[in-house]
Structure formats: structure tokens, C-alpha cells
């Protein structure tokens, strides 16, 4: 072989040489490529599930909250003020007339009075003698609606009261309403309750009477 003849053949082997590093690095590349494609693509799953975790927690928080908001509100209830009876009565002097004298029929033109028995909230007077004068301006508002049979409300009457610690928490009173210009017929009477510190209201009681 000569001379020409081996500078060929180098030149050949030298090329298919060249040939077959860019080959290679190529599919070195393609494979990088294919790789990368995918571990974006794991990072992408990845991402839209830790989205997904994140909004979970982010509603088990929500409802978290709002079940710790009811109970805060029901613990609020329970010591808060209540309507323990509201009734028509034939008239009131102390406490205890709430029941003792109910009665379920009013005169048209007279006074209809109705007795409300509540329990304001407790304080403890014993060990906190700030409490105990706290408690004494306490403010309490008992109000009554009156409504006809056709449930439209005829009469609201409202009265502030002060916890006074003597009488311990249950406290009844009167309200008065006259009915000159009430129909004959059926009535219903609502009561509640407010702790004006605390702006917690009773649950509403309600009775109903007769206006004859």
C-alpha cells in the first residue's frame, strides 16, 4: 500500500472516529434531554400534589376554626343567660309569680302582664372581690314580643336590669303591655335575654294567651 493509499485510509478512520464521538455526545444529549423531561415532569406531579396537601390542610384549618368558633359559642350559651318561663300573669309581687299565678286569658283594654324567670351569669364572689363588684353593675336585658295569630308583632316591651350578687343568679320580672288596641283572639309571647357585657342573648321562650 502506499503512501496515498495509507493517508486515505487514516483520513477515513480518523473521520468515522469524529463521526462516532458526535454520535455518541449526541446521544449523550438526547438522553440528558430525556431525563431532565422527565424529572420536571416528576417535579410537576410532585408540586400539584404538595398544591393539593396544602389546600387540604388549609381547609382542615378552616374547619378547624369554625368548629372551635361554635364551641366558643355553645360554652357561651350554656353560660350565658336563659329564659327559664315566660307567662301571662294575673299580676306580680315577687318572684315565684311566674308560675303561682299564670293565667292564659287577659281582658281586652286591661294591662297584660308577663312574667319572665331567667338565670344570669354565674361569678364567682368568694375569691375575687373585683368580680364580685363587676358582677353587681352587671347589665341584663329581658325583653318580650307580642304577636298575633297572624304572627305579625303587635307590642315589644324591654327592661334593664343589674346582676345584684345578693339575689344570686336566677332573676324574674315583669312586663307590661296594654292591649286597648289588640283584637280578640290568640296571642304568642317571646321572650329573651341579654348579657349586654358579654353580648351573648338567650335562646327565645316563648307562651302563648288569650285576649278576650
Known sequence: MNRRDLLAVGAVTALAGCLGYELQATERVAERRVRLAEL????AVREERIAALEAHVSGLETSLAAAEARRNALERQVDGP???DVSLVSGW???????????TRVTRGSLATLAVNFTTPSVDVETDRGRQETAAQRLTTVSVTLADEAGAVVGTNERELRYFVETGRVGETPLLFDTRGFSPGEYGAVARVRDVVDGVDSRPLAARFTVV
Open 40 to 43: 420536571e415532569a416528576t417535579v
Open 82 to 84: 336563659r329564659v327559664n
Open 93 to 103: 309581687e315577687r318572684f315565684g309569680d311566674v308560675v303561682h299565678r299564670a293565667t
